[in-house]
């Protein structure tokens, strides 16, 4: 506890003597006093002295004994000595009633300077040093009282005693009775009071209650908020080198608050504190080193002096270093260490570390995969309001990844972190409105929310919107509009709107619309392994859309797209082997690639498929399985799977022969338009093959053959 001399000594002090002989003491007091020096001298009496003086000698001769203890207490620098000489003066001292010489010799005792730490005996000498008025026994008595240190707490009583010794002035007493009213302990809260306080003892310089008033003013507590007056204050206390006011000053530096923004100033002042051990300057110094500012960008220094910070346990800095090890800057990539520093931060309930730790159990970076866990610490996150973590936590239960599937929790998720304005959580439940999953299905609100990602620069968000807009969803259609939203979109590479954008060119009527440009942009979303675009570039190579037709091409997108998944480009890539164009012709290839499609639910690939079976090509001949394959077609609406169908009961293949049945079919097909089922039925009504002779009907049916086979042809 920092401490003045009542005697008010200067580090000026160069000399102080003590010669004691038979009869009492000589004092000499040297003082600086500029050019010359004032010479104070107290001489005892001498023999034959006058009674009167023996009479008030009791008072002075305390006085000489705490003062013989005062000179060895001191340095020839004016710094503490606390040395066995001076202890027993000043225990002379207090024995003979000395206020000051009781004080000290108290924290003697609560120091364990010289003799063991009592604080028993400490308390003892503030007592009766605090009970003759001395102000820095109060104030020393009030700060154990405070803290139950050797008494029981009570912060009534601390009060008592800083309000007598503030009254006499002492700093340390205003400062910590102003604390006492900042927090209400002991006293009713009252920010006005306290400030009063704090402004007494920081006129006398003290450092603390400067810093204490700065903060008053940084956050308008019993003041009205002025940044520039607090940064006046910090300064004052950081001058004296109080490493906190020395932080909050860098800190208003960085962020040019109440001070012009400088991030080298922030640098020195944070570099003050940090040089002292505090492990937020360390951490916020190292933040400068991290991102180059006011300082030479150095991901080693940063990762130094996150480390001094972290192995003081700042949460901060270790996640901070975490971060580092994550991402191999400053330190050698490292998921084992970066998981190990997030937990130490996560076990202190820093949330920015529970989320990135759960990133690390979702994708088992440094720790074994495990939802569940990642559930669990995006919950810790989350419950703090961490937007990111309930994003998070929101896809779990969408997914229904280590928790249960929830779309209605999901979507509650969701929505906290939409409502602080995370894109990727406005744009999830934005899909939720539009499917209807946990939600009302509302198209005008998932535009809403889509619109509020797509201002933030959401790439996903803005395609989204521009979708609602091409297809008129929830806003009024705008193709103008959705075009622009698209190109937004595009801008930032986003995939899918690359595709919009190149199908826009492909089939936009007049001069919008730009083959070339299509295939540009879909050669981008391709590269970037976009699915269908490498399905619709392959579509236009086969097709020679903006490009020379070239089927060898046009395989390899298709192939890519296959592999993907993509069950278009898995039909027409069995269409190539089947036909062998760009590809050796290969039927048991083109079998297992419409045989994957019809597993992803591609209609037209079923009656293909029905049609090899039928044939045995590529696969075994197998009427049953075609019969099946053609039905699932028909009962789709499918004129080719109809027609299919209707051939093997004609023929009684893989089924019972029934023509009644097959003529059904038939006309099934040819109502949609089948030039094949059309001239089956013009035969049938010719021949009288299932049906009777009707030769007008006949004519009409082969009328609509030939119409049907001159219009497909001309495509």
Do not use: C
């Not at 024995?95 to 924290?107: H, I, N, T, V």
């Not at 002492?170 to 009713?188: A, K, N, R, T, W």
């Not at 909050?248 to 003050?272: I, K, M, N, S, T």
């Not at 622009?484 to 009527?509: C, D, H, I, P, S």
């Amino acid at each position: 506890m920092k401490r003045h001399s009542a005697f008010n000594l200067r580090p000026g002090l160069s000399e102080m003597l003590l010669r004691a002989f038979a009869g009492g003491l000589l004092i000499s007091v040297v003082l600086d006093a500029g050019p010359a020096a004032a010479v104070s001298r107290l001489e005892v009496p001498q023999p034959g002295a006058t009674e009167s003086w023996v009479s008030g000698s009791a008072e002075l001769m305390r006085t000489r004994l705490f003062l013989a203890g005062l000179a060895r207490e001191f340095k020839d620098d004016g710094s503490h000595r606390r040395n066995t000489e001076s202890y027993e003066f000043l225990k002379r001292g207090a024995d003979q009633e000395d206020a000051e010489a009781q004080y000290r010799l108290g924290r003697h005792y609560q120091y364990g300077w010289v003799v063991e730490e009592n604080l028993p005996a400490a308390i003892r000498y503030y007592r009766l040093s605090a009970a003759q008025g001395f102000a820095e026994a109060q104030s020393s008595l009030g700060y154990l009282y405070e803290h139950g240190r050797g008494v029981e707490q009570d912060y009534a009583e601390a009060a008592r005693l800083y309000r007598l010794a503030a009254d006499q002035g002492d700093y340390y007493g205003q400062s910590s009775l102003g604390y006492l009213y900042e927090i209400g302990e002991g006293v009713p809260q009252d920010y006005a009071q306290a400030v009063s306080l704090y402004r007494m003892a920081a006129s006398q310089g003290e450092a603390y209650a400067q810093n204490n008033l700065a903060l008053f003013y940084y956050y308008g507590k019993g003041v009205e908020k002025e940044h520039a007056e607090a940064a006046r204050f910090f300064k004052l206390a950081a001058d004296q080198g109080l490493a906190r006011a020395q932080v909050w000053l860098g800190f208003l530096h960085e962020y040019g608050r109440g001070v012009p923004q400088d991030y080298e100033e922030a640098a020195r002042l944070y570099r003050l504190a940090a040089d002292q051990n505090i492990d937020n300057a360390q951490s916020y110094l190292a933040d400068l080193y991290y991102y180059g500012r006011g300082v030479e960008q150095d991901y080693a220094e940063a990762a130094r002096l996150y480390r001094l910070a972290a192995d003081q346990g700042l949460a901060d800095a270790q996640d901070s270093l975490g971060y580092l090890y994550e991402y191999g800057e400053g330190v050698p990539q490292d998921y084992g260490e970066a998981a190990r520093m997030y937990r130490l931060a996560a076990d202190q309930g820093e949330a920015h570390a529970q989320f990135s730790l759960a990133d690390f159990y979702y994708d088992g970076n440094g720790v074994e995969q495990d939802f569940a866990e990642a559930a669990r610490l995006y919950r810790l996150a989350a419950d703090q309001e961490h937007a990111y973590a309930q994003y998070s936590l929101g896809y779990l239960y969408e997914y229904g990844e280590g928790v249960p599937q929830d779309y209605g929790e999901a979507a509650r998720m969701y929505r906290l972190a939409a409502d602080q304005g995370e894109a990727h959580a406005q744009s999830s439940l934005a899909d939720f409105y539009y499917d209807g999953n946990g939600v009302e299905q509302d198209f005008a609100e998932a535009a809403r929310l889509y619109r509020l990602a797509a201002d933030q620069g959401y790439a996903y968000a803005q395609y989204s919107l521009g979708y609602l807009y091409e297809y008129g969803e929830g806003v009024p259609q705008d193709y103008e509009e959705a075009v622009r939203l698209y190109k937004l979109a595009v801008e930032q590479g986003y995939a899918r709107a690359k595709v919009k954008l190149a199908r826009y060119y492909t089939f936009a009527k007049g001069a919008d619309r730009d083959r070339v440009e299509a295939l540009r942009l879909f050669h981008l979303a391709a590269d970037q392994g976009d699915a269908i675009a490498q399905y619709f570039l392959g579509r236009a190579y086969a097709k020679g859309r903006g490009t020379p037709r070239d089927y060898e091409v046009a395989a390899r997108w298709y192939g890519l797209a296959a592999g993907q998944g993509d069950r278009d480009a898995q039909y027409e890539l069995a269409i190539l082997y089947e036909d062998g164009h760009g590809v050796v012709r290969y039927p048991k290839e083109a079998a297992r690639y419409f045989r994957l499609a019809v597993d992803a639910g591609h209609l037209k690939a079923q009656w293909r498929l029905a049609k090899l079976y039928e044939q045995g090509t590529g696969v075994e001949q197998d009427f049953s399985e075609a019969l099946a394959l053609y039905r699932r077609a028909s009962e789709h609406g499918s004129a080719e799977g109809q027609y299919g169908l209707a051939s093997l009961y004609e023929r009684g293949l893989g089924v019972e022969a029934d023509l009644t049945e097959a003529m059904r079919l038939y006309r099934l097909s040819a109502d949609q338009g089948s030039a094949d089922a059309q001239a089956r039925l013009g035969r049938a009504y010719l021949t009288g093959y299932g049906v009777q002779v009707d030769l007008l009907m006949a004519q009409s049916w082969f009328m609509k053959a030939a119409i049907s086979y001159a219009q497909s042809h001309a495509h």
